[in-house]
């Protein structure tokens, strides 16, 4: 039986994982702070498909709970095979305009606690020659986009990077670089969307078949929609100061700011 432990898995991308997993067989550690939520997806993927479903309810910027995690991570008498590292969240002003202890917990949430629970798994994946990590990146990784953006370039970077490392030992590593995707990321960021158009929205289960279908086929990125995969190029082979100008459109300093855009 495969054991896969999910971060952020109460809602969105998170508890598309969950189902994903559930649908294949797997059995479900469910990490996020919302105990409420993680029992109604542990009890909802109970009653679909007879998974047994563990809840770890955990806020990953506390240390006491991070370490709890990690000690579920590392423990060998159950062990996990699959580390899905998904929470996340963005900030709604771009950098230097939101307060500097926000910027500080999103990069220990994108960056900080994906290393941790990596560094946590990896042991006994490489011990068993088996099981896999996948990070979820994005786009705004490819482009210089602010700290959110710069942020998921790690990830997707140390992915990629990992993934050669645990070739050897039989151990999967797949950057997970979704579009625009219809969770609540966008909201608890604060952002306005509505601008933008319907052909550039994914669903999370769209994103979580591809990501399936990419680790199966032993890929190192996994992105959802020839229209992201037309950008991952772009931003591959465009002048990288031209792309930065382009994107440094999207970004707004809060309004009546002293230096407006
Ligand atoms: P979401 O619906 O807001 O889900 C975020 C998840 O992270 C929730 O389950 C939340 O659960 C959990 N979380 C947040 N802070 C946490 C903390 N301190 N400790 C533990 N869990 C925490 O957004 P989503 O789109 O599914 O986001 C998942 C990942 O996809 C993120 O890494 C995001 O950057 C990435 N992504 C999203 C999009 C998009 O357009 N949606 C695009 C590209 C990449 P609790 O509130 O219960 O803790």
Not at 24 to 42: E, H, P, Q
Not at 69 to 95: M, S, T
Request: with cysteine; aromatic share 6%.
């Amino acid at each position: 039986m495969t054991t896969v432990l999910i971060t952020g898995a109460s809602s969105g991308l998170g508890a598309a994982f969950a189902r994903g997993f559930a649908a294949k067989g797997c059995d479900l550690v469910l990490v996020a702070r919302d105990k409420d939520r993680l029992d109604a997806v542990a009890e909802a993927l109970g009653r679909e498909f007879g998974t047994a479903a563990e809840v770890l309810p955990a806020d990953l910027l506390d240390a006491g709970d991070r370490a709890a995690v990690a000690e579920r991570l590392a423990e060998r008498a159950r062990p996990v095979d699959i580390l899905v590292n998904n929470a996340g969240f963005g900030l709604p002003a771009p950098f230097p305009y939101s307060p500097v202890e926000d910027e500080e917990r999103m990069l220990d949430l994108l960056v900080k606690v994906p290393l941790l629970l990596t560094h946590a798994v990896l042991p006994g994946l490489r011990e068993r020659r088996r099981g896999a990590v996948l990070n979820v990146s994005s786009v705004a990784g490819l482009l210089p986009t602010g700290t959110y953006g710069a942020a998921k370039a790690w990830v997707t970077a140390f992915s990629e990077s990992l993934r050669v490392d645990m070739e050897p030992y039989g151990v999967r590593v797949l950057a997970v670089v979704p579009g625009f995707t219809r969770t609540e990321f966008q909201e608890r960021a604060g952002m306005d969307v509505s601008s933008l158009r319907d052909a550039v929205w994914l669903e999370p289960d769209a994103v979580v078949d591809r990501a399936l279908r990419d680790l199966a086929l032993r890929r190192p990125v996994s992105i959802t929609g020839g229209r992201y995969r037309a950008y991952a190029f772009a931003a591959r082979h465009l002048p990288r100061g031209f792309v930065a100008r382009k994107m440094a459109r999207t970004r707004r300093a809060p309004a009546g700011g002293p230096d407006e855009r």
